[in-house]
């Protein structure tokens, strides 16, 4: 176990103190084969900015030094697992893959004083890294953030903001719940102007409410240089009606629609005809170039079937197609999808109404009405992702303060008291769970301080749920760390809530 | 004159087109001595995101390079300027100053293609600088954006950022509008929580509405290295509610006082007791520990003299001082402010109502209600910085949008049009106009995107009056050449306001 004073979090699968200490100084070079030169190059400009040291960057170094060492021995801890050694010659970070490099790097900033993560140099402190070993490797592979920037949109300076705080909390996924399909189809847009009429104000600026796809692949690349992949989500076929207000051709009437200006579950959603297909077709076509993802995620999530019920277009495909109901249509149309996804090597997930009318063979699931979508996809041989309401919706309240008007609360303890793998699973069924992620709908989250109030420190509870052994959780002691670590999100600014005592 | 393919915005001095052109390439190196390193490291952290090129940092090299070079013989161009040259050989940046040297730095990115400032690499983009001689240097000392982050606050994260844009305009001064006096002695915060009710719902959150004096720290530092000095605000006599509430033994009656909660000048100013100058220079003492800026700003503006009219001590200290008037004694307290300042070694500016009842024998005037109290400072051989309200006030609106509750407004073109120098003035007492500088006053600017919006491009358009000759401005050239640079800006994911063509 760690000792408490090293605040670390997620706290390492296993920590074993060292005598001595490493004293960072001026003349401390960065050690790193020509391989890890991008690694050793993120490493400096982590470092670089507080300490003001240049942390020159060397292929071979003597004295002390931070090495950084790729070693096939420590392919036992996976593909993000890493070894931290500390001592008065050297830190060294080890890992047999670049992405445990990059957590290892995440451990150093977090033995190093918390004044390391300012951004000018700050005079007189001791950077010095106590003596230790760490072994450390992931509990789950899907380690995830999901951001809605469809209700609020959220600037790209604040999600590349947000980016850097899941490195430092080495979550692995940011789930970038982008919009409806819709969008995707105008001026390059891949997210839409806002629809709030509040906003709308500042309309005579060119971006408040979009990325243009070369933000997208920044946004992409700058977390993917960090050990962070990106999944996008395209809803469907439900969440539509802004393609449908576009292109009525899509839906399953004639009427004409306006985009929805409040928020919720509309009853217009795609037709079933070929038309729609080969437009959503078109639509990921341009999503998986942006994304390189194995993951796409789909939505698949609140898709009323009256319009369906009521289309007589759609009762003939259901004929056509022998479908006994219009979930098996649904499910139809997901299976299309994953299918088109598989073709070219990709996976689709979807949130848990994708079970209904029988799961697309592919599919993998997001649990989110609970943990029984979760459970009945794992026993079925399918994997999941965990994303239950409670406590993984991180919109609800995390005190009595009652300031979203949202019913429930998952506080702080809830998320790190969270167990993942739902006790109905038996070992092998467990293995299906990839992991879990926390939700920031925006609905109630109109900007990005608030959103940072209502994702911190939660998110780095589910971090340390995630990447820590079960063995080491311990409420106490994370509260006990938690104090040095709000002081790091403090330094970089970040707009956290504090949890009462 | 520049071709306006370049795009430069502020437009150099002299430019002179070469034959050829630079490509930056992965094997580039940064030729910089031993003491220009952290402007080399500066530079190599500008131009490695975009390119993902190493740009290893040498103090000898062969082949193509960018150099760094301090040059006496440049001494010619000031503190400030420089002359960048490129050919197919090498980018050579030379100056007298390391000062010189970021702004030349600055110019070589925006002779890059715009991509060069998005935050991962960009492939596929020729990284080409054209041939080209630039000699540069700035046409005015004082380069300035004001900022208030009393009214509404704004985080670290987004002073930061526009330090940064300042920068890249070449702008020297960022003048810091904290906030009253008294906030300083609270709980070591130099800003107050915000006075916003409908903020206080964040009250959980520890940094919504301060910065602590390592964050000042941080943001000084961080401006520094780019060139850049804070100027601090901090306001007396008058604007001085906060702290009479907090201490009323600092005002002029024994009423007690609750903070205002609402914009506007306040009847309640501080006392002229012992007491209170010791009280003001105390927080002086931490201010200048803070601050490394030779100027420090005492406001002195909006002081209604009413109080001291019926305050009995106040007017014992004036018989006893043989002052006339209330003006005398307002000019009294900032004179013994000024020489305090003057003792250790700074400066003291104020706004142009510290010119009533007679100047203070150091003091620089803020020129805020027209150009009268700049043109009667500069006749009397006093320094000054010109801010009138049209059209430096960039609270105001920026089109017929009328978004903004104040009557008025301040164009772009009327930025552009902008000349700090009044005619009144001749020669050698236009030498007292330091230059100028545009004012965010945040009554109207509830958040970071709002400031933004009011902000750019105006600051753009200012950047090039203060900085570039008279006889290169050219309306129709500007706004060509802003095209380009609002693609710069957002890449950079600012806010700003388009201006209708």
């Known amino acids: 176990m760690s000792t408490p004073t090293l605040s670390l979090i997620p706290i390492p699968a296993r920590v074993t103190p060292r005598p001595g200490a490493f004293a960072l100084a001026a003349s401390t070079p960065i050690e790193a084969p020509d391989a890890l ?8 400009d982590q470092l670089r900015p507080a300490t003001g040291f240049p942390l020159r960057i060397v292929t071979n170094a003597s004295g002390p030094r931070i090495a950084l060492v790729l070693d096939e021995a420590l392919a036992r801890l996976g593909d993000e697992g890493y070894r931290l050694t500390a001592s008065a010659d050297a830190v060294a970070i080890a890992a047999a893959r670049p992405a445990g490099l990059l957590h290892g790097t995440q451990t150093l900033r977090q033995l ?4 390391i993560f300012r951004r000018a140099v700050v005079p007189n402190v001791a950077w010095s890294v106590p003596g230790i070993e760490i072994e450390d490797a992931p509990r789950f592979s899907w380690r995830g953030s999901h951001l809605d920037v469809g209700r609020h949109f959220m600037p790209k300076t604040t999600v590349i903001k947000h980016i850097d705080l899941l490195a430092l909390h080495k979550l692995n996924v940011f789930h970038w719940h982008l919009t409806e399909v819709g969008a995707w189809r105008k001026d390059s847009m891949v997210a839409p102007r806002t629809r709030e009429a509040s906003q709308r104000k500042f309309s005579g600026s060119p971006h408040a409410g979009f990325y243009t796809q070369d933000d997208v692949r920044e946004v992409v690349r700058y977390a993917m240089d960090r050990g962070i992949t990106v999944v996008p989500e395209i809803e469907m076929p439900g969440h539509a009606l802004a393609a449908i207000a576009a292109y009525p051709e899509l839906g399953n009437t004639k009427a004409q629609h306006e985009v929805q200006t409040y928020w919720g579950i509309s009853e217009h959603v ?9 437009f959503v077709e078109n639509v990921l076509d341009e999503v998986l170039a942006l994304f390189p993802s194995k993951f796409i995620h789909i939505g698949g999530d609140e898709c009323p079937k009256r319009e369906w019920k009521e289309s007589p277009a759609a009762q003939a495909r259901m004929k056509e197609l022998g479908l006994r109901d219009e979930e098996e249509l649904q499910s139809w149309f997901v299976t299309r999808i994953d299918t088109w996804l598989a073709k070219r090597g990709r996976r689709l997930i979807g949130w848990d109404e994708i079970l209904e009318g029988g799961l697309a063979p592919g599919a993998t699931v997001m649990s989110w009405r609970g943990e029984n979508g979760g ?11 965990m994303a239950p309401e409670k406590p993984t919706y991180f919109d609800h309240d995390q005190s009595e303060d009652q300031v979203v008007p949202i019913r429930g609360m998952n506080t702080l303890a809830d998320v790190y008291a969270y167990e993942p793998v739902p006790k109905e699973l038996n070992a092998a069924e467990a293995k299906h769970v990839l992991g879990a992620q926390g939700q920031l709908w925006t609905e109630y989250m109109p900007d990005p301080q608030r959103m940072e109030y209502m994702a911190w420190p939660r998110l780095s509870a589910l971090s340390e749920v995630l990447w820590s052994p079960r063995e080491t959780r311990d409420a106490a002691n994370f509260a006990q760390r938690l104090e040095t670590h709000l002081e790091r999100l403090r330094i970089l600014d970040v707009n956290f809530y504090r949890p009462r005592r």
């Open 37 to 44: 030169r991008a690694q050793a190059e993120l490493l400096r």
């Open 270 to 278: 795609f037709g079933v005809g070929d038309n729609v297909l080969t």
């Open 375 to 385: 459970i009945a996809a794992a026993k079925a041989g399918h994997d999941v992702v």
């Open 112 to 115: 190093l004083p918390p004044a």
